[in-house]
């Protein structure tokens, strides 16, 4: 079992820049960041693989969102810039093991999932 707690969410200008965390009780071999606007599908926004660091993003973040992760403090990081108000949506962090390099951000992957914290972002 895999126990994901994030936080860091919250609302933000358009423009503005927030950061989000993940607490995990232990790494896996993927950890990724995915988000769920209402009456929309959840969908991958970056995801990162423990063994190498390779990152992959969605393109309407890329240049914006980057990924890190802190090994010894077992927390995964999702840093948020030039937020726009299509960002608004519940962002979850999720852990998988058995992840294909080239397609991270497929929710397949994905064993476990934290609860969420929301980000809204206003024009």
């Known amino acids: 079992q895999v126990q994901l707690v994030e936080s860091g969410g919250g609302s933000e200008q358009s423009g503005g820049s927030l950061r989000l965390s993940c607490a995990a009780s232990?790494?896996?071999?993927?950890m990724g960041w995915f988000r769920q606007a209402p009456g929309k599908e959840r969908e991958g926004v970056a995801a990162?693989?423990?063994?190498?660091?390779?990152?992959r993003y969605a393109d309407s973040v890329k240049g914006r969102f980057t990924i890190s992760q802190d090994n010894a403090k077992n927390t995964l990081y999702l840093q948020m810039n030039s937020l726009k108000a299509e960002d608004t949506a519940m962002y979850y962090c999720a852990a998988g093991a058995n992840c294909q390099r080239y397609s991270l951000l497929a929710r397949i992957w994905y064993n476990y999932w934290g609860q969420g914290t929301q980000v809204t972002v206003s024009s």
């Open positions: 990162i693989l423990r063994s190498d660091a390779f990152t």
């Open positions: 232990r790494f896996t071999n993927c």
